[in-house]
């Protein structure tokens, strides 16, 4: 048989030619990565997005070129526009993704090609790193696992791992619309007006009100209000009883994506329960799960372990690179439920295809995380949350102390989010009075901090539920998130810095437009 003309030669003890260049590609391109990583830059570019479309849509080419030729237009071209979240400057959104063993684990998982949909031949022992990593998931959040010689189905497992908590949710609403209605999987919707399901009121992920839509169990959201960003459960228990019978499932934050806050699990639980035994609980943890690694902070998702489902997202909090999320059930064997059958593949007790909807070909997610697991251990999880959420904390002080900026919650979690407040208010005028003069400057502050790329904090509308400038206004706050394990006080302190700098240059040009 002829030498394959591939980058790898089979066999051979001694390194060919192939092998070599194989051997120094994938070495510079793992250089590459971990030269951006430690960049201290978010961009080292910034350009309009149709700039960008110009430079870098191109035709199919119809010459072939080197990897090296290739890469170096990659690192030209490409790479200093890409945003770089490990910077120490980006403190805005979720997980930086860059614990040295989830990465390895991500690289490894690209290397070992195994297919998580069969077990037998696809994934001989990458299926029962997915079940570890799972059942580990499980035992942090109280879920009890079976012992290991009762797990002989991938039904014994009690969860899945997916893309992403909107993945996540989208299972879990197919869990409790099945729970509501068996047969529905067969038969399809016959009913709608069975699938309707109570979410906080403006403290909600869209994934929910998505996935309803993508089941195909219509966009029926009861929205309830709330009081500090959680449900207010009087208003939860009337909204069960006028709408009995209709209600398949409960969904509550356990950390929303705005302040992350955590909900009063187990009072969202008991009057469920109350209302209706058969009601789905869904606890949406994909930031709540750092709670469960540590002692000083397991009490605030008391509870947890009563829902029926809870989805979880490591890469928003546990330093491990996208994508990754895991739905875990209260009851494994309610996974039988959204089974899929075929004959074509997939049959066999531990082929995750069976009960992983969307998805057929499924790469090895978990393994970063069960590297990450495994080098951690209990006391470095714990040591991760304590340390983030304490880092929450200073920031929250250090806005407190600024005599131009107002925070907007109590941080249970990661984040603080705060306004910058113009300079009038200083002068005593009242904040009730003029919310949206708040939003247009902190609006601004936003787009400029974008625009230069220097500093990242995150921006989104919310409800002003604590009542600190008008309770229920709209608010356009900054959100600072303590994800990023590079932070120093240096960065709290400058990025605070910087926002009240913005904020004097947007008073100075209301001035110059005679607005203010
Ligand atoms: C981010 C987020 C999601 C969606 O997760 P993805 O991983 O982005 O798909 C769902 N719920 C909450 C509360 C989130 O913050």
Redesign the pocket.
Known sequence: MEAPSVIFSAGSPVASPDEGQARRVLAHALELGLGFKLQPEIYRARLPPTRIRDLLLSGLPDYTSSIEEVLAEFTDTVLPLCKNEASPRFLGF?DTGDDVAALAGGILALFTQQNLINQSFDSPSATFIEITVLRWLRELLGFANPPTQAVTTVWDVGGIIT???????TVAMMLAREHAVPGTMDRGVTDPGRFTIIVPRGIG?Y??KSALTWIGAGSQLIEVDTAGFRYDLAALERALAENRGRVMAVVA?A???RTQTIENLQGVHDVTRAADERIWLHA?A??GLLCAFSDHLRHKIAGISGFDSV?V?P??VMAVPY?L?ALLVRTPASLRTITSYSDLIMQEDFAFGQVTPFVGTKSWLSLKLWMLMRTHGRPGLAAMAEKRVAIAQRFAALVDACPRTIRLHEPDLLAVAFVYLPVSFANGSSLASDVELVNRANRWIHERMLAEGIWHLHQFSMLDDAGILRRGATVHPLRFMAANPCIEAEHMTGVLDHVVALGRAWEASEHAEGRA
């Open positions: 979720g893309h992403g908590g909107t993945m996540s949710n992920h994934s929910v934050y950390g929303d994506s949406d994909c930031w989805t997202d890469h928003k994508a999320s």
